[in-house]
């Protein structure tokens, strides 16, 4: 190596922005019982954990299920 060369480390997901249920529900045109059936399924992405009995779905999660539901 280099000196002064940083070996390139794994890189942890980076969330830019997190969205709660009403905007999920919002963006996807779905219900709540189907969202959640889904998420049990493994057809729909996991909440992220906020403490407590909150939840949000991070953004870029929801833009990519999204885009694939326009792709099967």
Known sequence: MTEGAVPPAAEPKRVTRLIRFKEVQHRVGLGRSTIYR??????????????????AWAQEDIDAWICNKGHN
């Open 38 to 55: 889904w998420m049990a399924e493994g057809k729909f992405p996991r909440p992220v954990q906020l403490g407590g009995y909150a939840v």
